[in-house]
């Protein structure tokens, strides 16, 4: 050991080596139906960070745990290699992405063998490699022969200096800059390939509530995100004159306009009678008309309208909008709070029972009708009732309509019925947010997209025995690359032989991580994506950890990839996750570790100061895994001394055996080991790791005591370190690795078999608490009675009538508790003892909770005497009741033991 700690360097390497030697985590293709463990692979930026070191240690501390229960594992680690960081990264050192992230993944991979992660590399994928993207674009052609690929213009971020298309990510600030060279960014249209989503929009959302090991907050994402609407479109006819500004170079003036029928959508058509103005997206169709002819209107929508913001913004138009139902003309505005693709893009605004629609109509000094008010409780179904008062806030639940003329009286849900019947042009109709998944990129670092564009035939799949469409080389260029490798576009049609051009847009990364779980099954299969039969006997993944940015876009579209995957290639599942923990953030001071804030702690250097045992176990004991939770130096430390202490206690065994008595004392260190070990593999099944490493800890220190109180039993003692060595392997396998191998065993812990007890979790916390519940009596009485020199202490144990009345207070569901109780002849003799007891029981009766029985309460505290001995210096008995006085018995109570002291 070290002067501060042990030498966790070489004990690491040593087993490290170990490992790699003995092929410890390889999982043969030939297991059946193994737990399939799975971190979200990175992105090979180089290095890892402390996130990804606490997702990993996740993945591999369950890994390991249900390896130890006796399951084959599947635990295997790839990298999400392409995108665009890379293709940058290399124009910067004037190299290519190839090399740059090929040299990243070696630094990484290199990383996690530090950590000790217990990975089968022979599974190993990256997603740039043509083996793997060949297998993209094999699906592309699948789904596009299940009509799912869709090419057609679509409106895009456009960098003009850069002349690319970027992400909304990677468009910066208000003022809406390109990230990589400020440029302002302007919206383009562009054909783009599509994969059509939206036709598993249903299967997708009712699906969800199926996913029941995944949070409750990301299947709320997913529903929202899917946005799946039940409601009405009906037209409304814009008419009007439009005010020309002066600026536009033909003067004032106004010119009537018809415009026809417009449709809207609406989920409330039973507020229409409160329908105060009409609303259109900064780009529907009308709107863009209108800006090419006003200043005003064109200035709101290129630079003003701001769907981000915190409150509603608009424009007049000076259009009218006919109501279909009341036949009144309201304003027309251009409203940024209206988003074309929710929707028609159009909506009818009923300020009164919606709260934008208010505060819009409160900017804009539109007027505010109520026209459905709250169900009166007495309501007999006829009457209406009184409007209510929305003149500071909208009233948006379903209710009765008011002031709305026939309808008036009627339900919210029968007024929506009648009036999309009865109004011509109303249809029910479902609308959904979801939109179908635009996958083209205009960069070099994806993977092409195996189409070829013939003059003649148009469009045409790569047919499949030409695949992979490789990259050719990499070409440092603005724009897109691809579109500059002039050699590698010229090529012939499938179809007809004609000269045809490759298609230069590359997929979105995110396809790559949509299927790559099914990948690891069979890494090296080279005519098929994965082996099916062994897909569909080691699909889904049994438990899924990675951050919950990643909600509604990859575990999304994995869901969607798996689902087309099911009905067309013959997987038998259709979810690709079972269980899915979202990890919280390892923070600094509260604050997200960030490179740009400077606040980052390196893991290497905590791997090196204090080995990565230190940091797995510190990391796990923090918080609950989905909690963020913030970095401490000092728990760090912490965490090393409590490694280190561990340490010596094997050593000490080892080295000299103890050879103490298997009595109280003895008695009391088998029910904690016991008790660890139920509770610790109830946390690990789980994935409540602090919890688990809470119990070792706790464990550690028993043992500590027991050895500093007397010379332990020697089986005792042994099975304890075993099993405190074993509850440990998961979470800090390199120094569990040592002390299982110093306490006599062959086998890696890995391979060891999980320790086993004999008393369930319930049993365990009825005698911790009694335990803990009488030294704390103990504590009390001594302050309050101002005890300085104790000489005794009797714990005495309640007589076993009070058992029995106990559990018939539990059991009983009788008005007159002690009227039941006195029917037991046993406790009618206690008189009025037993009247007292019957009325404490009755005031506390739905607290009541069944305890130990009454030996095992009196062999649980004899067992913990040494406990209250070590503490307080005195001798201490455990006194049945037959032996005690009857002015104490009266103290005692089932789990709560009278407390006699002599001083």
């Known amino acids: 050991m070290t002067e501060e700690g042990y030498d966790h360097v070489a004990v690491e390497r040593r087993w490290q080596d170990a490992w790699d030697e003995g092929d410890a985590y390889r999982t043969s293709d030939d297991v059946e139906d193994p737990t399939y463990v799975l971190g979200m692979y990175p992105y090979p930026s180089g290095k890892l960070h402390m996130g990804h070191v606490r997702n990993y240690t ?35 050192r004037d190299t290519n992405p190839r090399d740059w992230t090929l040299d990243c993944i070696e630094t990484m991979r290199e990383q996690m063998v530090s950590m000790g992660f217990g990975y089968d590399w022979e599974r190993e994928i990256a997603t740039c490699e043509p083996e793997y993207y060949r297998w993209n674009q094999w699906l592309f052609s699948r789904f596009h022969e299940e009509g799912l690929v869709e090419r057609r213009d679509a409106e895009v971020n456009w960098c003009p200096e850069c002349e690319t298309v970027l992400a909304d990510e990677q468009v910066e600030g208000e003022a809406e800059l390109c990230w990589r060279c400020d440029t302002p960014v302007v919206q383009r249209e562009l054909e783009q390939w599509f994969l059509k989503i939206t036709e598993y929009a249903d299967e997708l959302l009712e699906a969800i509530d199926d996913l029941e090991g995944w949070p409750n907050s990301v299947r709320q994402m997913q529903r929202n995100w899917i946005g799946r609407q039940y409601g009405t479109e009906l037209d409304f006819e814009i008419e009007g004159s439009e005010a020309r500004s002066a600026s536009n170079g033909r003067g004032e003036g106004t010119e009537p306009r018809e415009y026809g029928a417009v449709e809207a959508f609406t989920t409330r058509v039973d507020t229409i009678h409160g329908a105060t103005f009409f609303a259109l997206a900064p780009d529907h169709p009308i709107s863009e008309e209108l800006a090419e002819e006003n200043d005003e209107i064109r200035e709101f929508v290129e630079h003003e309208a701001d769907p981000e913001g915190d409150e509603p913004n608009g424009v007049a138009t000076g259009l009218t909008a006919t109501n279909p139902v009341t036949g009144d003309e309201i304003p027309v505005y251009v409203a940024d709070f209206v988003l074309s693709d929710v929707g028609t893009g159009a909506l009818m605004a009923v300020p ?142 499938p179809e007809c032989g004609s000269e045809a051009t490759r298609e230069t847009d590359t997929m979105d990364t995110f396809v790559d991580s949509s299927w790559y779980f099914l990948r690891y099954v069979s890494p090296d299969l080279e005519d098929a994506p994965f082996d099916l039969e062994r897909a569909n006997d080691w699909m889904p993944v049994d438990q899924y950890v990675g951050g919950i940015e990643h909600a509604v876009m990859h575990l999304l579209y994995s869901r969607f990839f798996t689902k087309v995957l099911a009905d067309n290639e013959g997987l038998d599942h259709r979810e690709p996750f079972e269980n899915l923990l979202a990890q919280g953030m390892v923070q600094l001071e509260g604050e997200k570790m960030s490179k740009s804030v400077g606040n980052v702690v390196s893991p290497q250097r905590i791997v090196e100061e204090y080995g990565a045992d230190t940091a797995r176990l510190f990391m796990m004991q923090a918080a609950q895994p989905e909690r963020d939770f913030d970095w401490s130096e000092e728990g760090v430390r912490s965490t090393y001394a409590f490694l280190t202490r561990l340490q010596e206690l094997v050593e000490d065994y080892a080295s000299s055996p103890p050879d103490g008595e298997d009595d109280a004392v003895a008695s ?122 104790p000489k005794s202490i009797d714990v005495v144990v309640a007589p076993e009538w009070k058992y029995d009345a106990l559990e018939i207070a539990i059991e009983s569901d009788a008005d007159n508790l002690i009227g039941e109780l006195m029917q037991n002849s046993e406790i009618r003799e206690q008189g009025d003892a037993a009247a007292s007891y019957g009325q404490d029981l009755q005031a506390e009766r739905e607290a009541l909770t ?9 062999d649980a505290l004899e067992s913990a005497v040494w406990l209250i001995e070590r503490e307080f210096d005195v001798p201490v008995r455990v006194v049945r009741a037959t032996d005690a006085a009857d002015d104490v018995l009266r103290n005692a109570e089932p789990g709560r033991p009278a407390i006699e002291i002599e001083d």
């Open 668 to 789: 009391y260190v088998e029910s904690e080991i016991d008790a660890a070990i139920a509770i610790a593999g109830e946390e690990y099944d789980d994935l409540t790791f602090n919890a688990a490493a809470r119990e070792s800890q706790e464990l550690v220190r028993t043992l500590r005591q027991y050895a500093e109180y007397t010379e332990p039993h020697a089986a005792t003692y042994e099975r304890g370190l075993s099993a405190v060595v074993r509850l440990l392997a998961p979470v800090a396998p390199h120094i569990a690795e040592e002390l299982y191998d110093a306490l006599g065993n062959d086998e890696f812990v890995v391979d060891a078999p999980w320790p086993s007890a004999t008393v369930d979790r319930a049993y365990v916390e009825k005698r911790r608490n009694l335990v803990e519940n009488t030294r704390e009596d103990i504590r009390q009485i001594i302050d309050v009675a101002g005890i300085e020199d």
């Open 850 to 858: 069944h305890p130990l029985e009454i030996d095992a309460e009196y």
């Open 352 to 493: 009164g029972h919606d709260e934008r629609d208010h505060a819009f109509a409160e900017k804009m000094g539109e007027e505010i009708v109520p026209v459905v008010a709250p169900e009166p409780d007495d309501w007999d179904g006829e009457t209406v009732p009184d409007a209510p008062d929305v003149s500071e806030e909208a009233y948006t639940d379903d209710g009765v309509l008011v002031n709305s003329g026939e309808y008036s009286g009627l339900e919210s849900e029968a007024a929506r019925e009648r009036l999309t019947a009865d109004i011509d042009s109303a249809t029910e109709a479902t609308q959904y947010q979801l939109r179908d998944w635009g996958i083209s990129r205009q960069r070099y670092w994806g993977t092409p997209i195996p189409v070829v564009q013939c003059e003649d035939c148009g469009p045409v799949m790569v047919p499949d025995e030409e695949l992979p469409v490789e990259l050719p080389e990499f070409i440092n260029t603005t724009g897109n690359p691809l579109d500059a490798a002039e050699e590698w576009k010229e090529t012939t049609c």
């Open 58 to 92: 996740i993945t591999d501390a369950y890994a390991r745990y249900r390896r130890m229960n006796g399951d084959d594992v599947l635990h295997p680690m790839g990298w999400d290699a392409f995108g665009l960081p890379a293709e940058n990264a290399a124009k910067e």
